[in-house]
């Protein structure tokens, strides 16, 4: 019989692997410590306090990915405090295989359950206990079927480096950064180059997380052009080598950040098949976001409504707000409401639901509370409350904290610009926008160029509604640019609903048809059209554009 004590429980390991757990007081708890060290065994129990809770992720760990997901979660979540004693005896230890294997393990359960503190927090501590994978000479990663932790350390060869490998993408994904400024530094340039020299085509390690992070580490450093091609080939990889749920998974990436509703309809399928209730949400709500774009409003309702009750029986506690958000979003234009100029509100019961959705959103993050605050900016904005509009956008921006990541920055600048035209402040709105620009420059061209684009069609409308000199054929120009470039990065990243894009477009083409003559319009529309998208948010992003230079 093992007794491990931690904290303060007790786990009783009997003969079978059944586990009994009592839970102590915390007098009673420090006196066990006590008498451990007395006995000379505190190091004994807690290395087989280790070894016990290591082997416990492992086996849990695959189960996340299929039929038994939910009672996996529970179980992280039931023993994530004797989780956590593991990872710091190991630590402490400075055993950097074990600590390796725990962030390996716990690392899909940290991202479903938004522990984001102890995903970047271990995977830093992983990183520090061993080498460095890819310092200079970066040593070229070897083939190696399945997970490396599919059998428990201690590991040697290739499954010891790919694990060292995978620990480093870890912490590269959670540690956050300063988005495009970062990417422009030499040391991550540098850092990004050893990332790709150390996988080929080909590998299997690089058709699952977190391998697949070297298409995108290519695509940050030039040897793939676009975000679709990047995600063409993950998806081509799974194809060939993991055509189960790590294909779904690529599927639904290509789906959200490409706005592709048939990956969306195949993932569902392969999610559905391997039992996977948080795959099968994420996939049912990007079918209903492609759904939306198409204008097939009932159908999106359908899927998000679906989305949200699968989330719900899985616990996700980040997505069931979102999705309720996108329902109640979609709800609120079936019955007449979201549109600008204080018309109709629509069914009162959806804009409470989204009321509600977006205040338990900010509850779990700001990837959350942005997805839901702005369905509902756009909502009173569009039935004449700007007022509220821009209460929400100040919530969110104090969800988000200091630690603004630039595309939010440029997101947020864009809809505050937006609401600046509807109140008139045109001024204002222009000096938004270059800010706005700016703030996406580099990382948006590569993985959200919509996000860019967006800020054309507003641009239009803020230069044509200021009306100086030069503004009206500025603003033709813009419109161009945005008709031109409406059609790419149509997935994620959208600032704004398919029925907010149109009202833009609407309102801007109005202002400036009845600033200039109609031969005019038109060709000053033709040049903005024949800008790149960089040309033209080089226009955009111009200081001269705000009173007096420089940007509000």
């Not at 003969?15 to 410590?33: C, I, K």
């Not at 956050?176 to 020299?197: F, Y």
């Not at 609401?419 to 703030?439: E, I, K, M, N, S």
């Amino acid at each position: 019989m093992l007794g491990a004590l931690v904290d303060k429980s007790l786990v009783v390991a009997a003969p079978g692997g059944v586990g009994m757990r009592y839970r102590l007081l915390e007098t009673v708890a420090e006196y066990a410590r006590e008498r451990l060290v007395e006995a000379g065994e505190r190091a004994e129990v807690e290395r087989r306090h280790l070894v016990y809770y290591r082997e416990l992720a492992r086996r849990t760990d695959p189960e996340l990915r299929g039929p038994g997901q939910v009672a996996a979660i529970a179980r992280f979540e039931r023993e994530h405090d004797n989780l956590r004693g593991a990872l710091r005896t190991a630590v402490a230890r400075g055993d950097e295989q074990e600590v390796l294997c725990l962030v390996h393990c716990l690392g899909w359960f940290w991202q479903l359950r938004n522990h984001h503190v102890d995903a970047r927090t271990w995977a830093a501590e992983a990183g520090r206990l061993g080498p460095d994978p890819f310092r200079e000479p970066v040593r070229r990663a070897e083939p190696l079927d399945g997970r490396c932790v599919d059998v428990p350390p201690p590991w040697t060869g290739e499954r010891l480096r790919e694990a060292r490998r995978g620990g480093r993408l870890y912490a590269l994904a959670t540690q956050g950064g300063a988005g495009a400024t970062a990417l422009e530094r030499p040391e991550t340039r540098a850092r990004l180059s050893a990332l790709v020299s150390a996988y080929r085509p080909g590998l299997p390690q690089t058709c699952r997380q977190p391998g697949t992070m070297w298409y995108f580490a290519r695509l940050m450093t030039g040897e793939l052009t676009t975000l679709d091609e990047a995600l063409t080939e993950i998806v081509d990889a799974c194809r060939d080598r993991a055509p189960g749920w790590d294909l779904g998974f690529a599927l639904l990436m290509r789906a959200k950040l490409a706005g592709r509703g048939a990956d969306a309809e195949e993932a569902l399928v392969l999610f559905e098949a391997a039992g996977d209730s948080w795959g099968t949400a994420e996939s049912l709500a990007a079918r209903g976001e492609a759904y939306e774009q198409d204008g097939r409003l009932p159908e999106a309702a359908a899927d998000f409504e679906r989305a949200t009750a699968a989330a719900a029986r899985v616990g996700a506690r980040s997505q069931v707000p979102v999705f309720t958000a996108r329902l109640a979003a979609v709800r609120l234009r079936l019955g007449g409401g979201g549109c600008e100029g204080g018309r109709p509100e629509g069914d009162p019961a959806a804009e409470r639901l989204l009321a509600e959705a977006a205040d338990e959103a900010g509850k779990w993050g700001a990837e959350a509370a942005g997805a839901a605050r702005t369905l509902l900016v756009q909502h009173y904005a569009h039935t004449g409350r700007t007022d509220l509009a821009r209460a929400q956008l100040t919530l969110l921006e104090g969800e988000f904290g200091e630690a603004v990541p630039a595309l939010f920055r440029g997101l947020v600048g864009g809809t505050w610009a937006w609401l600046d035209c509807v109140d008139g402040l045109y001024d204002r709105a222009v000096g938004r926008l270059a800010r706005a620009v700016v703030d996406v420059e580099t990382l948006a061209h590569l993985v959200a160029p919509y996000l860019v684009v967006a800020q054309f069609g507003t641009a239009a409308w803020a230069r044509g509604g200021r009306g100086g000199p030069g503004d009206a054929e500025a603003g033709a120009r813009f419109l161009g640019a945005y008709d031109a470039h409406a059609g790419v990065g149509s997935g994620s990243f959208r600032p704004f609903t398919p029925e907010t894009d149109a009202l833009i477009r609407t309102r801007a083409e109005e202002v400036l048809r009845g600033a200039l003559a109609p031969e005019a319009y038109a060709r000053h529309h033709e040049e903005g059209a024949a800008l790149s998208l960089r040309a033209a948010a080089d226009l955009v992003r111009q200081p001269w554009e705000t009173p007096g230079g420089g940007f509000e």
